[in-house]
């Protein structure tokens, strides 16, 4: 059981490049999530999906889009990518939003120079 | 301010000792608290899940306290092992959805030989 797959784990990218983080999950996982990650700080939510077709804004959005075609996957957008967003990025999923614990996976340690 | 306070921010114990790790947050309406593991390069994986009506949960030689009326909680792991090195993530969620989780910044726990 592959739980919630990340790629690519790392990433360079020049200023004002565009890229998509891949995320799938294999347990049918109507929630899944978009974190951050930057050095002593929690993370921070950039988009949720409570399921296929239906995504929203979490609480750092802007630079980033989502899309949730199908249950499986939630693919993270970066257009004109800035120094600002150099961070480590979490993807997570679960099965109910408040009374079980989310699964991530491993991250993509995104840098933009 | 952060919502959610964790102490201390970094831990240095001996293999076999004990330790405690806190958390005090200020958000409601409470739903659950989590604590999760998180190892360097990886994702954090859940170890405990509290809701309001739950003082105290164990997983192994971990123990998560919660006291919901002064918003504070704990984990403690008993028998330290190497292994036990790790970042610890105390989480707070809301009952108002899956947008409403809340991380602490974390404690950096160092287990040495």
């Known amino acids: 059981n592959a739980g919630v797959t990340q790629t690519p784990k790392f990433r360079i990218l020049k200023i004002g490049q565009s890229m998509t983080l891949q995320c799938a999950q294999d347990?049918?996982?109507?929630?899944m999530y978009w974190y951050r990650q930057d050095p002593g700080m929690g993370l921070k939510l950039i988009y949720y999906s409570v399921g296929a077709g239906i995504t929203d804004k979490g609480e750092v959005p802007n630079g980033y889009n989502v899309s949730r075609s199908t249950t499986e996957d939630f693919p993270l957008r970066l257009e004109l990518a800035a120094p600002s967003q150099t961070s480590v990025y979490f993807c997570a999923s679960s099965r109910r939003a408040v009374d079980e614990p989310q699964h991530f996976g491993d991250g993509t340690r995104l840098s933009i120079l | 301010k952060n919502q959610v306070e964790q102490s201390p921010q970094s831990l240095i114990i001996l293999e076999g000792k004990n330790c405690t790790l806190q958390c005090n947050y200020t958000v409601s309406p409470f739903s659950n608290l989590r604590w999760y593991k998180q190892d360097t390069g990886r994702g954090p994986v859940s170890l405990t899940i509290?809701?309001?009506?739950?003082n105290t949960k164990s997983n192994g030689r971990y123990t998560a306290t919660l006291d919901a009326d002064t918003k504070q909680s704990s984990l403690h792991i008993t028998a330290s092992q190497l292994s036990d090195s790790a970042s610890y993530i105390c989480v707070v969620i809301l009952q108002t959805g899956a947008n409403n989780l809340f991380f602490g910044t974390g404690t950096r726990l160092t287990v040495i030989p």
């Open positions: 509290m809701t309001f009506s739950e």
């Open positions: 347990m049918n996982h109507n929630y």
